[in-house]
């Protein structure tokens, strides 16, 4: 079983997100979500408008998502691939090259990222309503 990892907050969950969990769980047959706690949110320095188990249990409703765990901290990854025995590491665009040290444990993978959408432009038109 080809087993693949991706991180994120996931906020105001949208269909950006949809689409790079879709992509990422083609790229092998499991697909492990690592939500980012709202502790880390504060060190990601990320306000997210929904709390960690909103944000999980959006994602757990997803036929593409297999298992989720807690992202709380940076460092994480490396155990995160060796203890889930991880095939494949992806992440959005906006993220090339800054995992490409994970790739002496797995393949790294950037998928293309959903333009005009945002967690960041949801919130803006909330407030501004
Ligand atoms: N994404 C996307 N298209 C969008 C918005 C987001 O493809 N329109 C992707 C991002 O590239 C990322 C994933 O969806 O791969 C989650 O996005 P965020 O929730 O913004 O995640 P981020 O805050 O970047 O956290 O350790 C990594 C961090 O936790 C990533």
Redesign the pocket.
Known sequence: MKKVI??????TF?Y??V???QHARALGDHLTV?I?SDA?NDI?G?QSHFDYETRRAMLAELRCVDVIIP?EN?EQ?RTDITEHNIDVF??????TGKFDDLSDLCQVIY?????????TAIKRLHTEQ
């Not at 991706?6 to 906020?11: I, N, P, V």
């Not at 998928?111 to 967690?119: D, E, G, H, N, V």
């Open positions: 991706t991180y994120g907050t996931f906020d949208h950006g997100h689409l790079l969990l690592a980012s880390f990601k990320k992202e940076w990854k992806t992440m959005g665009a906006d993220w998928l293309p990222r959903t333009p005009t959408i945002s967690s």
